[in-house]
């Protein structure tokens, strides 16, 4: 059994940065491509980004793309989310989790989840 926990989120004014982190323990995360999401209460979680075991691919989604990065250190057992130019929209609860698959933005096919971290954006 492994557990994702989140961590870094707040509140930050527009324009501001932020770098989420998600811890795991009782698994190494090497190996496995790991995902970061975010949901508004009433919405569907939304995919953000993506990197494989290896940490050589990544993948974004459109409206996040040259403004968040994400990485690994795996001697951490670390996930990251790099969060620059963030917007009042960026707003949401982010979530990290764990897929079998190399790479995926697809939620369903992530099989462990973190509880999240609030991130607020103000204007």
């Known amino acids: 059994q492994v557990d994702l926990v989140e961590s870094g989120g707040g509140l930050v004014q527009a324009g501001g940065s932020l770098r989420l982190s998600c811890a795991a323990s009782g698994r190494t995360l090497s190996g496995y491509g790991m995902g970061w999401f975010r949901q508004t209460p009433g919405s569907e979680r939304k995919f953000l980004a993506t990197?494989?075991?290896?940490?050589?691919?990544?993948h974004y989604e459109d409206s996040v793309r040259g403004r968040f990065t994400i990485s690994r250190d795996d001697a951490k057992n670390t996930v990251y989310l790099q969060m620059n130019s963030l917007r009042p929209t960026d707003t949401a609860r982010y979530y990290c989790?764990?897929?079998?698959?190399?790479?995926?933005?697809?939620?369903?096919?992530?099989?462990?989840w973190g509880q999240g971290t609030q991130v607020t954006v103000s204007s």
């Open positions: 990197i494989n075991g290896g940490g050589t691919s990544t």
């Open positions: 989790a764990l897929t079998s698959y190399t790479i995926s933005s697809d939620p369903e096919l992530y099989y462990i």
